[in-house]
């Protein structure tokens, strides 16, 4: 028994401040790559190397379009490996949930050089957070808000809709005495009945579509459905198919999209809080989302 005391004494606290304090983040941590548009030459050695089509390239005689789809970027570096002029870097940035698809979407045009180099930046249409979906200030603590907005914890009921389990890894995570979820107000709950939050993972596979629908009909109005990983939001490198549907929203409403594959905790805490901010909307206003499923 002293053995055991002893040990904890010497390991100390382990627990994280986030999102009170900032991040620590390992340096070897591979986040979302950015994309140097206005000197980007040619972005097609990084759009072939793509394995998930997360860069995508529509060319004309003069033009090409070069789409950056992080919700399908599995955040595997691929791309900067095979971009040798600089233009592409894997970052450590993780904080990257939104509460609009289109926002992970972003759209640069160039005009092109005769032997198909890119001459200039013609457009750019970045998406990424908006001002919008930056955590609203944590005027309150963190827990004292979720007690103003809901009068108790936020409930989460989490739904594997047909993950490989690696975003269940990291969700598994939010529960340890590192990131102790349950510090914060926010507990998980085995019954959507339960819950005020649905965060669901996987492409949705046929056979869990019907459950994850009812699922959603199941959880009590005001409900918020966050959408975890590249396979959450857009089916990611399994799409759509014979046995999957694609992304969560091809099934239910969608509050909050949180690219990774998986997200780390830090970016799970992230997309939640930031789920947090629309489900104050709801209360206070006494708005909800349609209660039925989209299809
Ligand atoms: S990091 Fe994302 S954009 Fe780059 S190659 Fe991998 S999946 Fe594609």
Request: glycine share 10%; net charge neutral.
């Amino acid at each position: 028994m002293f053995h055991i005391f002893k040990k904890a004494a010497q390991t100390r606290l382990v627990t994280i401040g986030y999102p009170q304090e900032p991040a620590r983040i390992p340096g070897h941590f591979r986040g979302a790559p950015r994309f140097e548009f206005s000197g980007w030459r040619d972005a097609r050695p990084a759009a072939d190397a793509c394995p998930t089509g997360a860069i995508a390239i529509e060319k004309s005689a003069e033009r090409r379009r070069v789409t950056i789809d992080y919700g399908l970027c599995i955040y595997c570096g691929q791309c900067a490996e095979a971009d040798r002029s600089g233009a592409v870097k894997i970052t450590r940035d993780f904080e990257l949930a939104v509460r609009e698809r289109g926002d992970l979407i972003t759209i640069a045009e160039y005009l092109l050089e005769p032997d198909g180099m890119q001459k200039t930046l013609a457009s750019l249409h970045k998406g990424l957070p908006s001002e919008n979906d930056l955590l609203e200030p944590l005027e309150h603590k963190v827990q004292e808000r979720i007690h103003k907005i809901l009068g108790r914890s936020l409930a989460i009921r989490e739904v594997d809709a047909g993950s490989c389990n690696g975003c269940e890894i990291e969700i598994g995570a939010l529960n340890n005495p590192v990131y102790d979820l349950e510090r914060l107000g926010i507990h998980f709950v085995a019954s959507p009945r339960h819950a005020d939050m649905l965060l669901v993972t996987g492409p949705v596979t046929r056979n869990m579509e019907l459950a994850l629908a009812k699922t959603y009909r199941a959880t009590p109005e005001p409900k918020l459905v966050v959408a975890v990983g590249a396979c959450g939001i857009s089916g990611g490198i399994f799409g759509r198919n014979y046995a999957t549907v694609g992304g969560v929203d091809t099934v239910v409403p969608v509050d909050v999209f949180i690219p990774g594959c998986p997200p780390r905790p830090h970016a799970l805490l992230h997309g939640i809080l930031l789920a947090l901010g629309r489900m104050e909307q709801r209360v206070t206003k006494g708005h909800s989302a349609s209660s039925e499923p989209f299809r």
